[in-house]
């Protein structure tokens, strides 16, 4: 049943028609089904090195955020001028490798917007912290950083971070979080409901209705909220490095997990409006990689597989999400999944039903390091490790 919601929903999406901007392109798609064909490129807006994350506060906004993997969140205009710097955190993280500043995040309230940051501290552990946004759109720096984080996550190796962080529709913080790190979930974390690493979480920091004051509580409709042993702040579970996830607008997540040495893996959870009460969610790392057997002693079940996978073939080796097209973003291509691998530097597209991919094209080639792929409410952005950021032009 949530598999037909879910289709349903994605076949509603891809319906839905906004106005764009049309622009010349030079890049022909592919794609495996029937679709109207478009044509894609890109134009580099700017450079901030060790780009991440881009997040956008709001639509009516002319401006938005650029995070650096080094530490710091600027703002630049639409069109990639810098404004200001509105956090450094560099002398608080180091950014090298899979550590630094990961992920950034904004949630509206009634009363207030806040923002989120996910960092690994200078001893490497996840550090989940949170900002008051000034109405100008700048941060509030007015109280240490240290001050303000509210989750600490201890990691044993320095690889497998996660990183990513997203506000859901029922206004609460998603997390995810790598397995550990080294290789193959050598502890077996992945799918231990006793460890927070692994996996996707779910809170609510500094508590939605504004009662309560710092730390943060548990929605009551988490899965493991009256497990003995488990962690409550658990969401989903069997996740290897879901460095970037990502909410469409019927609620259903996108999971882009990164594989151990054969395949790279997309993901679906089906939106909260999808199903009633507590569900857990297995995505099955390290029982599965992708749809293949991988740890046999680990135990997995109602396992969740990937809408799609691809193999480390032709240099492939880590993929980069993820954005779901809208026709605003890109025309003729609503629904549809953009996500990035970061050793070929090409980016895919792939239209799924809900349960496996019925649609997919080749967008482009030779983006360098893709570190991540973002969007706004109007366009939709490649971001790579040499620190540009570059605008995707979808002409249809």
Request: glycine share 10%.
């Amino acid at each position: 049943m949530r598999r037909w919601a879910l289709a349903l929903s994605l076949i509603v999406l891809a319906s839905c028609t906004q106005d764009t901007t049309s622009t010349s392109s030079t890049v022909a798609a592919t794609t495996t089904a029937p679709h109207s064909p478009v044509t894609y490129t890109t134009k580099t807006i700017g450079k901030l090195e060790g780009v991440v994350d881009l997040v956008e506060r709001s639509p009516d906004d002319n401006w938005f955020y650029v995070v650096s993997q080094k530490g710091t969140i600027e703002r630049w205009t639409r069109d990639g001028q810098r404004i200001d710097t509105v956090l450094d955190i560099s002398a608080m993280t180091n950014g090298e490798g899979e550590r630094g500043l990961l992920g950034f995040a904004i949630r509206h309230l009634s009363a207030k917007t806040d923002a989120f940051i996910n960092y690994t501290n200078n001893d490497g552990d996840t550090v989940i912290a949170w900002l008051a946004v000034n109405t100008d759109g700048t941060l509030d720096n007015s109280r240490s950083i240290a001050g303000t984080a509210f989750l600490t996550i201890p990691q044993p190796y320095a690889n497998h971070n996660g990183g990513g962080l997203a506000i859901g529709p029922d206004n609460y913080l998603y997390i995810g979080t790598g397995d550990g790190g080294s290789a193959n979930d050598p502890e077996r974390r992945a799918l231990d409901t006793s460890s927070l690493l692994g996996k996707i979480l779910r809170i609510d920091p500094n508590n939605i209705d504004g009662v309560g004051n710092e730390g943060y509580t548990i929605p009551s409709d988490n899965p493991y909220i009256n497990m003995t042993s488990a962690r409550p702040e658990i969401w989903a579970i069997g996740l290897r490095n879901p460095w970037r996830f990502t909410f469409d607008s019927f609620g259903n997540l996108w999971i882009a997990d990164v594989g151990q040495n054969k395949w790279e893996e997309i993901n679906i959870a089906p939106g909260t409006g999808l199903f009633e009460g507590a569900i857990s969610l297995n995505f099955g790392w390290s029982a599965y990689e992708g749809t293949h057997r991988f740890n046999s002693d680990v135990i997995a079940q109602n396992v969740i597989m990937p809408v799609y996978e691809y193999p480390h073939e032709k240099g492939a080796c880590s993929v980069s999400g993820g954005a779901i097209g809208t026709n605003s973003s890109a025309m003729g291509r609503a629904g549809w999944f953009y996500f990035g691998d970061y050793c070929t530097g090409t980016v895919s597209a792939i239209l799924s039903d809900g349960t496996t991919t019925v649609a997919s094209e080749e967008v482009l080639t030779d983006m360098g390091n893709i570190t991540a792929v973002r969007s706004t409410r109007n366009a939709i952005y490649v971001l790579s490790q040499s620190g540009e950021v570059r605008q995707l032009i979808v002409t249809r």
